[in-house]
């Protein structure tokens, strides 16, 4: 399977716990985004990498919310403190970099995250 | 705010029927759109995109309507199959935002026998 991958694909914690979740987008593609998807909602932005290179984040990302993609692969994203409101699915997505910005994404089967 | 809208957030129709899903856009400057069919416990899947100098594209079952001047697109699919049942979420893009999608609500499309 070459698709997008995400692990775990769910997780249960308590308030005030840290969390992180990992994304492997495919191989030969060099951008990544994290979005989060709440219940009867579409997807949100939450931030994009170019290769390792955290190029764009939204507002919806607090100071609790914290991505990397170290080596240009895989991603986590982390959560900590987290809070009820942070129940979501958060969705990892990846593109290659083409002419345009607008090449199709690509998304992964998501982290379904409970807090407690 | 809320730039991408769906406005009907269920649409049931009969297998072999056409389904007609609706999305409403308030940004001006989107000029590339898309269309994702969501599964229940699996991501969103590509369905179908438009860019904002065309205003129709076909793929098989499905074609994508784009107006303008309305700022509203449209997924019609024909004949609808009982494995179209999903959620169909509308996304549009602004090709200079590295291709950061804004997403309507979603439909819920139920094809019956």
């Known amino acids: 399977d070459t698709g997008v991958s995400q692990d775990p694909r769910h997780k249960i914690t308590k308030r005030g716990q840290n969390v992180t979740f990992r994304c492997d987008p495919i191989s030969e593609h060099n951008r990544l985004y994290w979005y989060r998807q709440t219940l009867g909602q579409g997807p949100e932005f939450l931030t994009y990498f170019q290769n390792e290179a955290q190029l764009e984040k939204s507002r919806l990302l607090s100071d609790r919310f914290s991505a990397e993609r170290p080596k240009g692969s895989f991603s986590t994203l982390e959560i900590q403190r987290t809070e009820q409101g942070d129940s979501a699915m958060y969705l990892c997505?990846?593109?290659?970099?083409?002419?345009?910005?607008?090449?199709?994404?690509?998304f992964g089967p998501g982290t379904r995250l409970t807090v407690l | 705010d809320q730039q991408v809208k769906q406005n009907s957030p269920s649409l049931s129709v009969q297998e072999g029927r056409i389904s007609i899903l609706n999305c409403d856009y308030t940004?001006?400057?989107?000029?590339?759109f898309l269309w994702y069919k969501k599964y229940p416990a699996e991501g969103p899947t590509f369905l179908i995109s438009?860019?904002?100098?065309?205003d129709k594209n076909e793929d098989g079952r499905f074609t994508v309507f784009l107006n303008k001047s309305a700022k509203h697109l449209s997924l019609h699919i024909v004949p609808s199959q009982p494995g179209d049942s999903a959620v169909y979420f509308c996304a549009a893009s602004l090709t200079d935002s590295w291709g950061k999608l804004q997403f309507g609500a979603g439909t819920q499309v139920v094809v019956t026998p």
């Open positions: 940004n001006s400057m989107f000029d590339y």
């Open positions: 997505a990846s593109t290659s970099q083409g002419l345009i910005a607008t090449d199709t994404q690509y």
């Open positions: 438009i860019s904002s100098i065309k």
